[in-house]
């Protein structure tokens, strides 16, 4: 009898254990079912522009007295616009350039997209610095918030991919000029080795070009003297001949009066 009753003890134990893990898991589901339900419920707005200079917690302030909010999500603009905004003298606060806003309930989310969209933003006119501000803002049908989650994701990586490739590409143009110098090292050595450096090959040529120019012009020189000459001798023969002493030759004188 003393054995037994442990036996039955363990027994009731794990019966219990089995049992409170189904409660559990009953529990559970029914949690996620009531999660579902509720994210079914839920409305997405989205800000096309966020009014200069506001918060998540002032957007909160403002569109919690519409209803209930859940989620807030703003985009700020780019790091270099910012530094650059900076560096010329502007506000050193956050600017958010676009936003989305989750309501608890659908129909509020397009009920205040719908009466919101194109007022200002109105309240007191003391210490309100976005009162004549106009909200820009539209209800997303059939959006959820993990769609939001899984763009910014997908854009990550494409902007990463876009990087890789620019880099892969950057790489393979280094290497490939890289590659060139260093064959453009080699001929040179090569003709080094050869005994003809490049320096004194172009000297040499346009030397030679030079002697070339300059013997051509002086055989140009020389044809012209010799040609000069000729025409002297012809017109000298067509004068008539006189002796050294200045009288004219008989022969000349009868070929005249002939």
Not at 47 to 52: E, F, G, H, I, L
Not at 122 to 150: A, C, I, S, V
Request: aromatic share 6%; net charge positive; hydrophobic share 30%.
């Amino acid at each position: 009898k003393h054995q037994q009753t442990p036996s039955k003890a363990e027994g009731e134990g794990a019966e219990a254990a089995a049992t409170s893990k189904k409660a559990k898991k009953k529990a559970s589901k029914q949690a996620s079912l009531e999660d579902g339900q509720k994210e079914d419920r839920r409305g997405i707005i989205h800000m096309a522009s966020v009014p200069t200079y506001m918060n998540h917690l002032k957007l909160r302030h403002l569109l919690t007295q519409y209803g209930e909010v859940e989620r807030i999500y703003l985009k700020p603009e780019d790091a270099y616009e910012a530094k650059k905004r900076k560096r010329m003298g502007g506000c050193s606060k956050p600017i958010f350039v676009e936003g989305w806003v989750e309501f608890a309930d659908r129909k509020v989310a397009r009920r205040v997209a719908e009466t919101l969209n194109g007022n200002t933003v109105g309240g007191k006119k003391r210490n309100n610095f976005w009162r004549d501000t106009m909200w820009n803002m539209r209800y997303l049908p059939k959006f959820k918030w993990h769609q939001l989650k899984e763009g910014e994701v997908y854009n990550r990586q494409v902007r990463k991919a876009r990087l890789t490739q620019k880099l892969e590409q950057a790489r393979r143009e280094n290497s490939a000029f890289l590659e060139q110098v260093e064959r453009a090292k080699t001929r040179e050595h090569i003709i080094k080795k050869k005994g003809g450096d490049l320096k004194a090959e172009a000297a040499e040529k346009a030397r030679n070009e030079g002697k070339g120019a300059e013997k051509g012009k002086g055989k140009g020189k020389s044809s012209s003297k010799g040609k000069g000459k000729g025409k002297g001798k012809g017109k000298k023969g067509s004068f008539p001949q006189v002796d050294k002493t200045g009288a004219i030759s008989d022969s000349l004188l009868t070929s005249l009066f002939s």
